[in-house]
């Protein structure tokens, strides 16, 4: 068995094994299973409300699902503490989750270095690469600026440039792009598709736009909690 940290470039990155999820009394994931391999793009489509982002969630080690097993990076996440989830996740595993999900205290390059100063960078380089993040998604004017006083756009860049920042193994988005107008949403998933093509990483995108699902290699199509469809696109 390989150590938390290390993992075998030749395995899945993630497997979920029949993944169920309620919350209360709606079941919101029933019997999903999938395996992502290094390198794919997968697309997450389906209506709304039929199970998508508790399919990201669960695949983060953000939610513990009822049953079904999850592995990361080779380690299964059944039975882990939170510790040991965030270390596996640290530096390997990105998160872009709908709404930025920035930290509210920390200005706009401050979010994006974070990543880096968890995983032990000196402030001035991790500002320095920061910069250089926010200016490739085009939220260099933001550097500056406190989320609150952000658009969802502008958020969403920044939660885009902090996600980049690590060269994760695994990038997870949820609607990305989804406040932002085509043209800068298209030129967004563009940065996220290259970075994942250039580094080899895993993306797994959560969307309703078709033409960011026709930009995968694959897409797993949900409807009422369960994998409806399942299509290779290249
Ligand atoms: N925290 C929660 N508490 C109660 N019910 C929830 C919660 N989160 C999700 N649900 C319900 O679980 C089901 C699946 O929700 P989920 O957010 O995973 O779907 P989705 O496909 O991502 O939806 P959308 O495209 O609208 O974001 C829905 O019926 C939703 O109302």
């Not at 270095?113 to 690469?129: C, E, I, V």
Request: aromatic fraction near 2%; hydrophobic fraction near 40%; include cysteine.
């Amino acid at each position: 068995m390989s150590q938390v940290g290390v993992s075998d470039p030749a395995e899945p990155v993630l497997v979920l094994e029949n993944i169920q999820h309620a919350y209360r009394r709606t079941i919101a994931v029933r019997g999903v299973s999938l395996t992502v391999q290094p390198g794919e793009i997968l697309a997450v489509t389906g209506p709304s409300g039929c199970g998508k982002s508790t399919v990201l969630h669960v695949a983060a080690g953000l939610i513990r699902p009822q049953s079904g097993t999850v592995r990361l990076f080779g380690q299964s996440l059944t039975g882990a503490g939170d510790d040991e989830r965030a270390r596996l996740r640290r530096g390997k595993l990105s998160l872009v989750l709908q709404f930025g999900q920035l930290v509210p205290e920390l200005t706009g390059v401050d979010n994006v270095a974070l990543p880096l100063l968890l995983d032990g960078h000196g402030p001035t380089q991790a500002r320095r690469l920061a910069l250089g993040w926010l200016e490739r998604c085009g939220a260099q004017e933001l550097a500056d600026v406190e989320p609150a006083e952000m658009s969802g756009g502008q958020a969403q860049r920044v939660a885009v440039a902090r996600s980049l920042i690590t060269s994760p193994q695994l990038m997870l988005a949820d609607e990305p792009t989804g406040s932002l107008d085509s043209i800068g949403g298209r030129e967004l998933l563009d940065l996220m598709i290259g970075e994942a093509r250039r580094s080899g990483a895993a993306l797994i995108v959560v969307t309703h736009d078709n033409s960011v699902a026709a930009r995968a290699d694959r897409e797993i199509r949900l409807f009422d909690g369960e994998i409806a469809s399942e299509a290779v696109l290249v």
